[in-house]
């Protein structure tokens, strides 16, 4: 499928219970350059972080929510840049992360 928004549909209902409950009020988060991230994400506010330092909160989002190939493009795009600053990137899996975390214990 190259329609984004039956996803978007899909899981806008789990966005909503926990980002609009009495409890998820806004914070902010400080980073090292004086930027400012605002999230009201209290389960998995690191999301919002990694997507505002990597700038996907700043693509257009009638391209992002209209228009698949737009995303592939932005995709591919990153994709290369993390295979040009990640050595091995291409092998990397959940498994690998696993494995790097056990020898830290």
């Not at 009495?22 to 980073?31: C, E, G, I, V």
């Amino acid at each position: 499928e190259r329609d984004v928004l039956p996803f978007v549909k899909q899981f806008a209902p789990s966005y909503t219970s926990f980002l609009n409950v009495t409890w998820a009020t806004p914070f902010a988060l400080q980073l090292p350059d004086n930027r400012t991230l605002i999230t009201r994400d209290h389960n998995y506010p690191l999301d919002d972080l990694y997507c505002f330092v990597n700038g996907w909160y700043s693509l257009d989002r009638a391209q992002t929510l209209n228009n698949f190939s737009y995303l592939e493009e932005v995709s591919d795009r990153y994709c290369n840049h993390l295979a040009q600053t990640v050595p091995g990137y291409y092998n990397i899996s959940i498994i690998f992360f696993g494995k790097f975390n056990e020898r830290w214990r």
